[in-house]
């Protein structure tokens, strides 16, 4: 199982357990990813998408099922080794950006680096994405003295500062205006034509989803279908 | 960068922080100030045992402890036995001791025999005892109690009448007529101590073996009886010392286990950040365990500071009863009793937020 697919999963199940009820999140998911892909993932609320994101991520085991990304058979990956997955293979971009608050911009992304063991100053490649991404100038500022959009931009930034072979982003524009949400879809397109990026994008919009290569639509913990 | 998350979440909530520090100030303030009190008393003490100018010390059989502060127990007839029947020995001299309040102990001398052998206080104001109820007080506890010369007091229900301020740093800062002290006790025919002065201080192991095989006295040399004024001889004082310090590990475990645990509710949301970020465990706990070094070490310096205002009050309102000196040894005990209570704080905190699980962590509001 690989055959030069990034993201390969076959049967893929969760069941959270809610008091004393098992809530199935994920009921039998085949995905085959190809590097360099773009694709979104859409679906109402509680179709599982952002659990097959939080599989894919290693934020969460599954249940059963196989799934191997990049190489990595996460169903027997101990809780260090999808600790370790998510240090150098896949990078987040979430909804509410989720950058650090006490720290500038700047140090977001550089705990990013510095936790993934890389203590080096970042590459030219990078200041190349910073220039992509126009928050140069922003850097030094925290959080709550950036916009939405530069939050966002921060984010990404931080996703991919250690160049994960995984791109994931969950509602990266839900908490955007059009003309943001328009700057963070390009910019990720870019990602994805200029330096190959691999992404996998949550949306519930159907405009974001037309940026991406493929669209996989998901209910009830299945994929219904792919266009 | 772990400095830097610890030191942007301390400035992030610096009330917190500032809290934090006093509090787990505040045991090593009560360490300091205690030790240093301890020592000052004892230093004090032996400063003015060393300022009577004696070279022996002769005690009741009973002397167990050096702070003699029961009733006298060598008979008087003693005083004139060593004086004269003692080879080596010029002189001797017997004092009353009564206690005041804890550690001012009033004493009763023989002027005139003492001045021989002291040669005699500093006066700052007044002049020496003549009267039966003449008191001497030193500048210390003038000040204390707000004496004057010419004043009559009262003291152990007797009136006395302040006819000198002496400089302290001899046998007491109390000094009375010793058959004054004698009738009030009802212990005619008995001192306290007998101090004795040789000829040549070489003597000394000499006349103490010749004195203790003639009687059931208890005699010490001058370095001797120095020397048993030390906190470890004084009963109960290391003990009581080693209670602070556990109620100061106590203090610092509960202060920064309640502020840590409070910090890691608040940063849940920061931890989920950090985990998806790749952060291990031994990652979150290190920052955690960081901080209340952090927090220990603040505590420590904010404790320092404190004991320096304890002993500026201490020295301002009540520097005759209680003599604190600075003891700069005991920072680093101090401080690393606090340090081991805050890194104990902080252990369940911190792996209660290494254990997250990162998804319920990012989720939270």
């Given at each position: 199982m690989n055959n030069g697919f990034i993201i390969q999963t076959q049967d893929l199940r969760k069941t959270y357990r809610v008091g004393k009820v098992d809530v199935p999140a994920l009921r039998g998911v085949d995905l085959r990813v190809k590097p360099g892909e773009f694709l979104a993932i859409v679906g109402p609320s509680g179709s599982g998408k952002s659990t097959l994101f939080h599989i894919i991520g290693g934020l969460t085991p599954p249940t059963s099922g196989q799934v191997r990304v990049a190489g990595q058979d996460l169903a027997t990956l101990t809780d260090a080794g999808r600790t370790s997955l998510r240090k150098r293979t896949v990078g987040f971009v979430f909804q509410k950006f989720?950058?650090?608050?006490?720290?500038t911009a700047r140090d977001n992304i550089a705990v990013a680096r510095y936790i993934a063991g890389n203590h080096s100053a970042p590459d030219s490649q990078f200041e190349e994405v910073l220039r992509l991404l126009g928050i140069g100038q922003r850097l030094d500022h925290k959080p709550n003295a950036l916009s939405g959009g530069e939050q966002q931009r921060i984010a990404i930034a931080r996703a991919i500062v250690n160049h994960p072979a995984i791109l994931l982003a969950d509602e990266?524009?839900?908490?955007?205006?059009t003309e943001n949400s328009k700057a963070v879809l390009e910019i990720l397109c870019d990602l994805n034509r200029r330096l190959g990026q691999t992404i996998l994008m949550i949306t519930h919009n159907p405009e974001a989803a037309a940026f991406a290569h493929q669209t996989i639509h998901m209910r009830d913990g299945r994929i219904i279908e792919k266009t | 960068m772990t400095t830097k998350l610890v030191f942007e979440n301390l400035k992030h909530k610096p009330m917190r922080s500032l809290l934090s520090f006093l509090l787990i100030g505040v045991p090593v303030t009560l360490i300091l100030t205690l030790v240093g009190l301890a020592n000052g008393m004892l230093q004090d003490s032996q400063n003015r045992a060393r300022g009577v100018g004696a070279d022996l010390v002769v005690r009741g059989s009973?002397?167990?402890?050096?702070?003699?502060?029961?009733?006298?127990?060598?008979?008087?007839s003693y005083v004139k036995f060593l004086a004269t029947e003692v080879p080596h020995v010029t002189m001797a001299t017997g004092v009353v001791n009564h206690l005041v309040d804890f550690p001012v102990v009033m004493t009763g001398i023989y002027p005139e025999q003492f001045d021989r052998m002291s040669g005699g206080f500093e006066y700052v104001d007044g002049h020496q005892l003549?009267?039966?109820d003449d008191i001497l007080v030193d500048r210390l506890y003038a000040a204390q109690k707000m004496l004057h010369l010419g004043q009559t007091f009262s003291l152990i229900n007797h009136d006395w009448h302040v006819v000198g301020i002496i400089e302290g740093g001899k046998l007491a800062r109390i000094v009375v007529q010793a058959p004054t002290l004698q009738y009030i006790d009802s212990i005619q025919g008995e001192v306290s101590q007998i101090w004795v002065k040789l000829d040549n201080p070489a003597n000394d192991d000499a006349v103490v073996k010749d004195i203790e095989s003639r009687t059931d006295l208890k005699v010490n040399t001058m370095e001797e009886f120095t020397a048993l004024w030390s906190v470890g001889n004084i009963h109960g004082v290391t003990e009581f010392i080693y209670v602070i310090m556990g109620i100061g590990v106590v203090i610092g475990f509960a202060v920064v286990c309640l502020s840590m645990y409070m910090s890691v509710l608040q940063r849940t949301r920061e931890i989920g950040i950090l985990k998806s970020l790749g952060a291990s465990k031994t990652f979150i706990l290190r920052i955690i365990l960081a901080e209340a070094v952090v927090l220990g070490i603040g505590g420590t310096v904010i404790g320092i500071l404190m004991s320096y205002g304890a002993w500026w009050l201490i020295r301002a309102f009540v520097p005759a009863s209680l003599p604190m000196i600075i003891m700069y040894s005991w920072w680093p005990i101090a401080g690393a009793v606090t340090l081991v209570g805050a890194l104990l704080g902080a252990l369940y905190p911190g792996l209660s937020a290494a254990r997250h699980d990162p998804i319920e962590a990012l989720a939270y509001e």
């Open positions: 989720n950058l650090l608050p006490n720290l990266p524009t839900g908490n955007l205006d | 009973g002397a167990t402890s050096v702070v003699n502060l029961g009733p006298p127990a060598v008979r008087e003549s009267g039966p």
